[in-house]
């Protein structure tokens, strides 16, 4: 798992299991490098991280295997874990992918972690 200053980063099962491991509640936002909207995305995803007293973690699927994993049809897609469980999600919609509010509002809407 790796750290960049703004949001902790994984890019596989293994490092996704670990961090739900090791956090209660944990919201990921599962994206691909390729999908134009995670471009958008990801950038307010990691000024949401600095500014929210909340465990938030990217997960990078270029590979589809957390996707598969968790039902995933359209990148990117924002999931609150409690205790390794899916307890909410907010999926993106195809064609539009997720609006900055949309992300901002879900990770308001989580309980504090």
């Given amino acids: 798992m790796s750290d960049s200053p703004s949001c902790p980063r994984v890019d596989n099962v293994r490092d996704l299991e670990q961090a739900l491991n090791e956090k209660n509640r944990l919201i990921a936002m599962v994206y691909a490098s390729w999908c134009p909207f995670c ?4 950038p307010v995803f990691e000024g ?16 589809e295997q957390v996707a598969d994993l968790y039902g995933i049809d359209v990148f990117p897609t924002l999931i609150l874990f409690e205790k390794g469980l ?4 907010l999926d993106g ?12 509002d879900f990770i308001q809407s989580c309980p504090l972690l």
């Fill in 39 to 42: 471009r958008k995305a990801v």
């Fill in 48 to 63: 949401l991280a600095r500014d929210e007293e909340r465990n938030l973690l990217l997960v990078e699927d270029d590979q």
């Fill in 86 to 89: 899916i307890v909410k999600r």
């Fill in 93 to 104: 919609k195809p064609g539009l992918g997720l609006h900055d509010k949309q992300m901002a």
